[in-house]
């Protein structure tokens, strides 16, 4: 993009961001505004606080990708495809939030918001940095763009709260401002986890710095990084120590975060969200040493976004899954065949071998019935991963209706062919 260009991008971007904040009346001041921002975890972190500060019993309202709940009232889809609103979108659920009674607003931000502007005139006072890995590459162009364009949240922020074990830390840490605390597992971290214990029931840990002992439903080690940054958030505007341990402990996955689904079969199917290559190595990672049996994944990549990720999560899920079934997921207007060879090409790297260890099945309610009827056995992990909440499908014509969750339980269905 030519420099013109891009300063003509950022000057509509910014324009429209501010005539939203205008049109709505600032409505974000006078409140407490938490932001949350990363390549992975940022939806988890923000349901945990969101669940942490109800229990203190703080009027709070949730901005996430799954929707936003208002202060008393249900949870609102928000756009296809969207994490952070569009501007007038945004400071429409604010006022809304203000006239509700909330007092604070935990709103999940992405990089693409933060570089368009869209949360302009929200005024962070804690900003919430859960990790910044290799993505979104095509949209920033480097790594260090992209974590600068991260940086945009903590640059008036009264406290920075980082994860001291990521990549990103040295950067981040030069470039947040406000007081700044460090979570993670290493010892120099300012929260951190010790005599961590899993299974398919959720994980245990302590937390030292607040006299914890946490026991929580939320699987895999991922999510203890996700808990400790949001107990170090709460911990940062006051919530006691009580408060923090029951909103750990009430806290649930959000849709389609390693959410399991049940319909009495002999083995686990959980529905996630992980669409990146971190995301997916890490998933499958920790969630390995838990399966009794087989590990089986079901995912795809999407079309014309971050092409660069589709060989390594194949690696990812050559290494660590036992079965691995190539699909479509908003494959666009580009070749799904060509989405999967490259995929395919990174399960191969690890030995994957196509009809035994790997399969390729185009149509992803096909896929995921293949997956649960054809392939797994009792004491196994199904995953079907990279759509989770989402509502729809993008296979090149606009969104056709999509729902994740209807093609597992149609799979699973006692109706079925196969019987449990």
Sequence with gaps: MSKIRAFIYNFYHWTKAVLAVAVNRYPAGGLTVIGVTGTDGKTTTSHILHAILLKAGVRTTLISTTGAVVYGRENEDLDLHVTTPSPFKLQKILREARRAGSTHIILESTSHGLAQHRVLGCNFRIGVLTNVTEEHLDYHGTYDRYLRDKARLFRKVETSILNRDDRSYPAMSGLAAGRQITYGLSKDADFRAEGIAADLSGTRFSIPRLGLAVRSQLLAEYNIYNMLAASAAASAI????????????????????????????????????????????????????????????????????????????????????????????????????????????GVESQGGVLGETYFRVKDRAAAIAFAIRE??????????????????????????????????????????????
Aim: aromatic share 6%; charged share 25%; proline share 7%.
């Design 238 to 345: 006051g919530i006691e120590t009580a408060a923090i341990a029951a909103g750990l402990e009430a806290a649930r996955p959000p849709k389609g975060r390693l959410e399991p689904v049940g319909m009495g079969q002999p083995f686990t199917v959980f529905v996630d969200f992980a669409h990146t290559s971190n995301g997916l190595d890490q998933m499958l990672q920790k969630l390995r040493p838990l399966v009794e049996n087989q590990l089986i994944v079901v995912f795809g990549c999407a079309g014309l976004r971050d092409p660069n990720k589709r060989y390594p999560m194949g690696v990812s899920a050559g290494k660590y899954a036992d079965k691995t079934v190539l699909t479509a997921e908003d494959p666009r207007t580009e070749d799904l065949d060509e989405i999967i060879d490259r995929i395919a090409e």
């Design 375 to 420: 392939l797994a056995r009792p004491g196994d992990v199904v995953v079907c991963t990279g759509k989770a909440h989402e509502k729809s499908m993008n296979y090149g014509n606009g969104e056709e209706p999509w729902d994740e969750f209807a093609a597992v339980h149609a799979a699973l269905s006692p109706l079925s062919e196969k019987a449990w």
